[in-house]
């Protein structure tokens, strides 16, 4: 079975169109928000996690819908245009990248939620999570500000 599904993966990428397809998207992808440093990989893992997460609870539940399917790809995409948006904000004010602007400061805000979605859904499976690290993800997420720092200091 698992060299069947093998087989037939290698056969899809084998095809130079598909290649030309998939690269591209990652090119594009690439260039709309930036590199794919840390700060995003990061986010791409905490969104899958939550995909999973309630992927699997609402199988539990039966709750699978099409319509709940539809709106997490909608977040997804309105996530990307965040990120696109913090991305070229900081081209445009700052004229280059820089180590934490607003691109980093919407990703870590954006994080911060999808890790408090895993745990609502751990909470789901009877995990315990103690409500201190709630408390303090809520906290950090509802007081996060970009700090400037002052040049004559």
Known sequence: MIESISLYIHQIFSHVYIKFIISTL?????????????????LLVLLVLDFVMWFSAAFKDHKLSRRKMMGWLFKMMVYFVWVAMGHWTDIVVFHADIEFGFKNFIIVYLAVNESLSIIRHMAFFNVRVPMKLVERLENYRDNLTIGWVDPNK
């Open 26 to 42: 990652f090119f594009w992808a690439e260039f709309v928000i930036g590199w794919f440093d840390l700060v995003v990989r990061a």
